[in-house]
Structures are given as C-alpha cells and as structure tokens.
C-alpha cells in the first residue's frame, strides 16, 4: 500500500460543526499522526491543522467529508514522497 504524507488544513466557521470534524477525525484515526486546533475568537473561526500519513484516497475522502459539511472548508498539502508499507 503506498501512503502520503499531508496536511489537511480545516476553516471551521461554525462551534456547530465539531461533533461532526471529530466524528469524521475519529473514524479516519488509524492514519492521523497529530492534529492542532486554535480558535481564532476574534474572527469566529476555529483553525485546525491535521497531519496524516495514509493513501491519497483516503486523504481525499476525508478532506472532502469534511469540505461538506456546514460551514467548513478543508484543503490538502501533499509531501513529494510516497511510501511503501
């Protein structure tokens, strides 16, 4: 199985929006290797940083589950190196 390593940078405009990001970031667990979140109070945004090492279709899916729901936006950062395990 070839894996990538990506950052998937998450804009969630909405507090209503985190039961569903840590539903979708639970069930995509097995491939996270670390995660932040900041709130950004003044904008009413919260920034979240994701770094996963899993297979693109799985990076795929999951930063486009997450670009689906209300009020978020996510987008993926690709390394160049591609892994085998």
Do not use: C, W
Not at 7 to 30: C, T
Not at 68 to 79: F, L, N, W
Request: aromatic share 6%; charged share 20%; proline share 5%.
């Amino acid at each position: 199985m070839e894996t990538r390593v990506a950052v998937l940078a998450v804009l969630a405009e909405s507090f209503d929006s985190a039961e569903q990001i840590n539903a979708l970031l639970h069930d995509f667990g097995p491939y996270i290797v670390g995660r932040m979140g900041l709130p950004y109070r003044e904008r009413n945004v919260n920034v979240i940083s994701i770094v996963i090492d899993a297979p693109p279709d799985k990076i795929n899916a999951l930063a486009g589950k997450l670009g689906r729901i209300e009020g978020v936006t996510a987008k993926a950062v690709y390394s160049n190196v591609i892994t085998t395990h």
